[in-house]
T-cell receptor, first 116, second 109 residues
Framework: DTEVTQTPKHLVMGMTNKKSLKCEQH?????MYWYKQKAKKPPELMFV???????INESVPSRFSPECPNSSLLNLHLHALQPEDSALYLC???????????????FGSGTQLSVL | DAKTTQPPSMDCAEGRAANLPCNHS???????VYWYRQIHSQGPQYIIH???NNETNEMASLIITEDRKSSTLILPHATLRDTAVYYC??????????FGTGTRLTVIP
């Protein structure tokens, strides 16, 4: 199994809603990532978890709250989002075995989020 | 991580080789060169990566200059399904992968 599975594929939410994005992998990877991608722009790193601990937060607003309940699961909790937060949210994983840059990331197909 | 520079767009005739260049003049000795591609609204797909030597796999070849300041991704026989945005990334740390603006490759029938 070399897949990273993201659910839901599409999500529409209002600015007062609370929702969660889910990401799952069963490759035994110990590093997991959230990226945000606006239309016609490259993906931007948001968060990195390494061995279930948050290791990188790229100054993301607190209305985005990541959670890594175990090594296979990564969630992104959303609350009080703005319309400008509408984007494709991508999850990725990598082995996380401390091999420096010699470790490729596997990406899911993303959740297309629309905030109304 | 070092920055990369890629042409914003390129065209390639179907069946011909597609050669996508990337400049990474500030690359440091422990940084790998990665190539990913992204087909419209899908997740990025890994293509190939290398440190110093040229690399080849079932998808593509990666040619890295001796001074490591630039590289070229070669798709030997481009098909319509290779139309995508191609990202060249240099990476040292285990916990990051920063994307540049990429090259939009269009394969023309």
């Amino acid at each position: 199994d070399t897949e990273v599975t993201q659910t839901p594929k599409h999500l529409v939410m209002g600015m007062t809603n609370k929702k969660s994005l889910k990401c799952e992998q069963h490759m035994g990877h110990r590093a997991m990532y959230w990226y945000k991608q606006k239309a016609k722009k490259p993906p931007e790193l948001m968060f990195v978890y390494s061995y279930e601990k948050l290791s990188i937060n790229e100054s993301v607003p607190s209305r985005f709250s990541p959670e890594c309940p175990n090594s296979s699961l990564l969630n992104l909790h959303l609350h009080a989002l703005q319309p400008e937060d509408s984007a494709l949210y991508l999850c990725a994983s990598s082995p996380g075995q401390g091999r420096g840059g010699n470790e490729k990331l596997f990406f899911g197909s993303g959740t297309q989020l629309s905030v109304l | 991580d070092a920055k990369t520079t890629q042409p914003p767009s390129m065209d390639c005739a179907e069946g011909r080789a597609a050669n996508l260049p990337c400049n990474h003049s500030t690359i440091s000795g422990n940084e790998y060169v990665y190539w990913y591609r992204q087909i419209h609204s899908q997740g990025p797909q890994y293509i190939i990566h290398g440190l110093k030597n040229n690399e080849t796999n079932e998808m593509a070849s990666l040619i890295i200059t001796e001074d490591r300041k630039s590289s070229t991704l070669i798709l030997p026989h481009a098909t319509l399904r290779d139309t995508a945005v191609y990202y060249c990334i240099v990476r040292a740390g285990a916990n990051n992968l920063f994307f540049g603006t990429g090259t939009r490759l269009t394969v023309i029938p």
